[in-house]
């Protein structure tokens, strides 16, 4: 009996067959998803923990992004809520030639700087085509006509030029009919309103700067200025070594401490001949330094202004200035 109920029961499996278990355990890395959706979709929340990939024989390394702008910016892999072109793209304005602000165009004219056209332009003095403007940053066209505290300027382009000044030439043209203005010298080199960079006398030989930069002449006209002048001095007599060492520690002219960066003698040369190095841009401070020591100064001749030299430039001639070398001068 019992035999025969093995037997009813064992046909009864083979029939039915093994019946499955309903919570069989997953192998690791498989997905409950059907095949091709094993990955997460585009739609999907972001903080979702992502299904992972079901393992292959080999591993394959992950393509490379391709270039150009994306569309969506991703975050841990994943897009995020918005999408990158719901920004407007940023339009970088393309500058006009024939435009510019007329704080600038009153300074290319050369009448002043760019600080000081924004005071006349708020007080009422500038003009443009006939009509008072006092609006900060204003545009104006080459062609418009502007009027600066009553007279008609137009604007320059900027020009920078060094010149071997000889002796009897002023920057004044002030004093007796022996001297001559220095702009006698550059005569024809431009048509731009030159002007020269500080003073000189007519005694002081060497490098000066000629520009209608108006904001260039400014700035090396400060005392406070970091540019470096040296000058070769002749005097009447050698320098004693001990005035020599008290000048290198400082000068006091008119109650004021003057600062001396380096004097030396002029290697090959008698003691009458002396290199000094100054920041100071009056050129009177030289001969008065040597003065204050009872020396008599018999010439003076600037050898180095602002990092540019006589070299290739024969006294009382003259160049422009290349393009690194304005950029120099304007960050010294």
Known sequence: MNNGNSKRGGNDRKKSGPSKPLNKARKPGTSSKPKGFDKPLDFERPDAEAPKAKPSAKTRKPAAPKKGPATFAKKDGYPKAKPTFDKKPSVKRQA????MRLNKYIANSGMCSRRD???YIQSGNVKVNGKVI??????????????FDGVTITPEKKEYLLLNKPKNFTTSGEGDKDMRNVLELIRGASKANLQPVGRMDKNTT???IFTNDTDVVRKFAQPNQKSFKIYQ???DKNLKFEDLEKIAGGVFLDGHRLFVDEISYIEGEPKTEIGIKLRTPNVKVVRAIFEEFKYDVLKV???AFAGLTKKNLPRGNYRFLTEQEIINIKNV
Do not use: F, Q
Not at 96 to 99: C, G, H, I, T
Not at 138 to 146: L, N, Y
């Open 233 to 235: 001095v002749s005097l």
């Open 117 to 119: 056209a924004d005071i």
């Open 96 to 99: 006009n030639p024939d435009e």
């Open 134 to 147: 006092t609006e900060m940053g204003h545009i104006v066209k080459i062609s418009d006509k502007v009027d």
């Open 206 to 208: 060497g490098l000066l």
């Open 301 to 303: 001749d600037r050898v």
